[in-house]
């Protein structure tokens, strides 16, 4: 049986505006859901209920629909509920005034079906295109603590909210990237191997490859105005730096808008590549490109990973994120979905305040909480509360 959690606790009135919201949201055997659907009307929700409950799943569900990527899954295989074989999200989207229906089917092996209004879609870009979404999870907290790969993860996910087309990209790079490590792998132990091949894997890998870092570096110049002010707002006169670490264009000081254009990029990765060309077949794999960039944050020109505080840390992730959903506002003139996972109960008073009074009317929010304790009375007025207990989904009075 499918459960319909429908709230009309608020006299009637669909309380979301006409710029990009999520009507609805259907599951079906997602994580620890069998069947789900959940209908909105407010731009102000709020699932509560204690941690294992599932609070964190249906968020996963609205954020994999935006960008065909988990929150913590390795796999999409990852996402269907044990014991079954394949796994489904439906979503009703209301984007400029239309009515949008996406749905994804995930059957391994098979690959993922993607339809809008019924339509299939063979491009990841087709559908992600559809939907924008700023998820700030615990983890995000994280990450200046965390490893290059869950930095380079958040920057190209942040990305294909602007550029949908980003995704294909990349997906090209990295096809391009494992063909050559397979070719390193087969030349690794012939001496007499004709190389000559790995000269055509590197060129197409230098040509898409410095690409991603052209973009990556436009996008975080356009993302430091933003989360340089943001940053300011909170610490008062902290100022905040974001540096591209890459080995093929040097350090990148991203206040300032990078010089140099994509055929730049290109020669240098060319360059770097004939450099480490021997070191490559060696441990027959890629070691230069994209995929072993970085992100360091500097406060007031001392790199946070190293000296910044927790709760400076704190402060720069928040300003971050901000400067995020202003981005997209800016980019693609709607407001993104923002998703809040459990974030509030690690924020002191300033941050949590800071937070929730940043966030637009506008901006359909979807926040998960173990209560309503952080929430002030006047926040609490127009949310639409659903309670999550033994994975289970209530609409409850306000």
């Known amino acids: 049986m499918c459960l319909i959690l429908s709230?009309?606790?608020?006299?009637?009135?669909?309380?979301?505006?006409?710029?990009?919201f999520i009507k609805k949201l259907g599951i079906k055997n997602f994580r620890n859901y069998a069947e789900l659907e959940i209908e909105f009307n407010s731009n102000k929700i709020l699932f509560v209920g204690k941690n294992a409950q599932g609070k964190t799943n249906i968020l996963e569900a609205v954020y994999y629909?935006?960008?065909?990527?988990?929150l913590r899954a390795k796999t999409d295989a990852e996402l269907?509920?044990?014991?079954?074989?394949?796994?489904?999200l439906n979503a009703e989207i209301k984007k400029f005034d239309i009515d949008v229906d996406m749905d994804v089917l995930i059957n391994p092996p098979n690959r993922k079906q993607l339809k809008i209004n019924g339509i299939k879609k063979s491009k990841s870009s087709e559908f992600i295109s559809n939907i924008s979404t700023v998820c700030f999870t615990t983890n995000d907290l994280l990450l200046l603590r965390?490893?290059?790969?869950?930095?380079?993860?958040?920057?190209?996910?942040?990305?294909?909210?602007?550029?949908?087309?980003?995704?294909?990209?990349?997906?090209k790079y990295n096809k391009i990237r494992t063909q050559k490590n397979n070719y390193l792998k087969d030349i690794k132990c012939n001496i007499n191997a004709d190389t000559s091949v790995l000269d055509?894997?590197?060129?197409?890998?230098?040509?898409t490859g410095s690409n991603i870092i052209f973009i990556r570096l436009n996008f975080l110049y356009e993302l430091q105005k933003l989360a340089k002010d943001k940053h300011k707002q909170i610490s008062n006169s902290e100022n905040l730096a974001i540096v591209y670490d890459s080995f093929i264009t040097g350090n990148v000081d991203c206040s300032s808008k990078f010089e140099h254009n994509n055929e730049y990029i290109l020669e240098n990765f060319k360059q770097k590549l004939e450099e480490k060309k021997a070191e490559e077949i060696i441990r027959a794999q890629s070691v230069v490109g994209p995929h072993r960039d970085d992100i360091?944050?500097?406060?007031?020109?001392?790199?946070?990973?190293k000296y910044a505080s927790q709760g400076q840390q704190r402060t720069i992730v928040l300003s971050l994120k901000l400067a995020e959903l202003a981005l997209i506002k800016d980019k693609i003139n709607t407001n993104a979905i923002l998703l809040l996972d459990d974030v509030l109960a690690e924020l002191d008073d300033l941050r949590q305040n800071f937070l929730l009074d940043a966030i637009g009317s506008e901006t359909?929010?979807?926040i998960t909480s173990v209560d309503t304790l952080h929430f002030k009375e006047e926040y609490l007025k127009?949310?639409?509360?659903?309670?999550?207990?033994?994975?289970?989904?209530?609409p409850r009075e306000v």
């Open 146 to 171: 965390g490893s290059p790969d869950d930095r380079r993860k958040w920057l190209d996910l942040a990305i294909s909210q602007i550029f949908p087309a980003y995704v294909e990209r990349l997906n």
């Open 7 to 20: 709230n009309f606790s608020m006299s009637g009135i669909l309380l979301y505006n006409e710029n990009m």
């Open 65 to 70: 629909l935006s960008t065909l990527d988990s």
């Open 200 to 207: 055509v894997w590197n060129e197409q890998l230098a040509i």
């Open 382 to 394: 127009d949310v639409e509360i659903f309670e999550i207990k033994n994975n289970t989904v209530y």
């Open 80 to 88: 269907i509920k044990w014991g079954e074989s394949f796994c489904s």
């Open 296 to 305: 360091s944050y500097f406060i007031n020109e001392f790199e946070a990973k």
């Open 364 to 366: 359909q929010t979807i």
